[in-house]
């Protein structure tokens, strides 16, 4: 056995040196012979429907070597008018701003925009639905045109209604306009009855916007088809083998004549789970006869990629004096953009109460169509949402009643058991451990500072909790006895944020070798077993148990045909860094090379030692995650300063701990970012009023708080060593902590993100006026 234990070690990035020194092919680096440059055509309206599409002016320009339209679509690819998918290219009708309307491949980039600026487009302008209340007119024209879903259905309304049998889900519920796209209702006991209990009751509305992800790298995509049936893409996305299948299934495509190569990925954070835009480069490709690159600008992004959602969650909620939770009533709606998402709403509706024990409750959840860009997932996506309103609230009924925050959440929180929304029982959580490591941290037990300083500035401190369900995989996974004695792991896993360093600790300590004999490989859907997407914070809780799989069958391999040779029982076998000797003379081992030599030489012994992994879907472990924020408010300005912030987490087992803390320092501070500053701006023409980071606001490096870590390990689900999520936990809380440090500070709450100094200002005026 090794000396020292790879699980657990800080160990640095595998893949550092080659990332600070330039090295590592990312989605743009690519280079082919004979490669051209593709760009679409944006629609500039809102919705509108396309009368006609001229293309012969940009067709003849010079060095333009192919325009497509939808009428390049084959086929054989099949129309689903609900999914955003299959609207990579409009048809009949546009129904956001930058949906693309044509694409073309020129000799070289100013060629190419000179040909989108020579198609000449007709358009019939529609009325364009940009706000809840204009969407949920019952008589408001509809979004989507066409009946069918992303799932194939003949509708895309869907309703869903769980219930007990003290509760009851109302038919009057159900929305009748025809752009909500899905409506989720969650109801268990006597909720008047249980507000009758209460002696305090909270109301408010908390309205998040349409943030971006905030990735680096925007989209990029290359295609080449290297031969006349078949197509190599290389693409920045964050799930190969759904890439493969987003291709095959808007294209019409068989998948085995689509090879795809995820390249390294500056930044996703659910913005680039399947990619978007690849199709449109494998068209452009083929009519062009020449390997096409696509690559995004900002603006583009921002405009026509698809942002995390916008949402506004009416909620009332009740307590005793004794400081138990009674009822909680909420009413949520979730801005989708032009297409469905089909599960962000109704992850929102059917965990908002999760986190605590309330008696009664009846969540009502509608996803609205709207005319803007689609949305899809963003770290925890919903999640950061549904803090800001239930921690919020949490807060005020504290306060009301004269409770600790504190000590209020550490009474109401759930517990292992405890019904779900759903009904079924809470799993194994560190729910408790993380609150009560934050409670003995100096960011809690040291006093706080008077709220109006001698510095003039207003001070606050706030406090939330937090949690994310995740993805459960299932995932597959190789691990080879490789020349020179290595160990390789072969995985289709995009590595998004390091993964592959602690894939590579867990493989290790499953052989009992040290951590540098093992390799970690990528490879395409083509050559290695399944792979659930970089994702839901699956990689190593999923993907981590196939590779620990595949390397125990290979120890078990390594042991069977090492045990023959020696003549002994495998239990008399052990192993380090150089091979597998026997316990009782260390002297008498296998080199890994020789056993690698053993089993593939001309007269060898035995086959190639190859370890299989396949982990079905693993167990539910939910992570949490628990914030405390120090804030300053300039009272003129309205300026809100982030000083210090303490992040507590529970990882079930920290494989590396180095890692684990760069996740949760950079989820706190994406989760600070939507709290102040991040909006993008829609009017009502569903326009993108901000699309370049000139105006719309992220953080730099000054704005970013000293941030402490806290790795709490509680035992739960059946992750490799115990091993839970960790990426998007922190991503919850921290945009409910900073709201509520505000609200400590000047006195009154700002439920709208985000918390600009107008905000501040209008807030602190109406406190000002109340007194």
Known sequence: MADKKAVGQSLPRIDAMEKVRGQAIFAADIKLPGLIVGKFLPSPHAHAEILAIDTSKAETLPGVRAVITASDVPDTAVYNPASRFHGFLARRFAVFAGQAIAAVAADDLATAEEALDLIEVTYQLLPVVHSFEEALRPDCVPVMHGSATASGDSTAHTQVIITDKNSAGSDEEIDRSPNVADENVFSHGDLESAFAQSDAIVEYSYTVPTVHQGYIEPHAVTAHWDRPDHVTVWECVQGAFDARNLIAETLGMPHGKITLNSTEIGGGFGGKGEGIFAPLAVLL???????????????EELIGANPAPCSLIRLKAGATQDGSLTAVEADILVDAGAFPTGWIMSNITATLRDNYRFQAWHLRGREVLTNKASVTSYRAPGSPNLSFAIESHIDELAHRLGINPM?????????????????????????????????????????????????????????????????????GALAILDAGGQIRIVLGTVDLSGSFTSLAQIAADAIGTSYDQVVISKASPDFAPFAPMSAGSQTIYAMGAAVKEAALDLRAKIFHYVAHDFQVNENELGVDEKGVYLLAQPSKRHAFETLYQLGTQWFAEYGPLVGQGSAPQRQRAPGYAACIADVTVNPRTGKVNVNHLAVAQDVGKAINPLLIEGQMQGGVTQSISMALWEELLYDQEGQVRNPSLLDYRMPTAGDVPMIDTIIVEVPGGDGPYGAKLVGEPPMVPAVAAVANAVTAAIGARVCDLPITPERIWRALHRVNSED
């Open 407 to 475: 000590s209020f959440r550490q009474q109401n929180v759930i517990r292992k058991g405890d019904p779900l929304t759903n009904m079924e029982p809470q799993s194994p959580i560190g729910a408790e451990e993380v609150l009560a490591a934050l409670a003995k941290h100096p960011a809690w037990t040291q006093p706080a500072y008077e709220r109006l300083g001698v510095d003039g500035l207003l001070h606050g401190r706030g406090l939330a909790l937090g949690s994310w369900a995740g993805g459960t995989g299932p995932a």
């Open 285 to 299: 490709a083929k009519k062009a006869g020449r390997p096409v690159q696509l690559v995004l600008t900002r603006q």
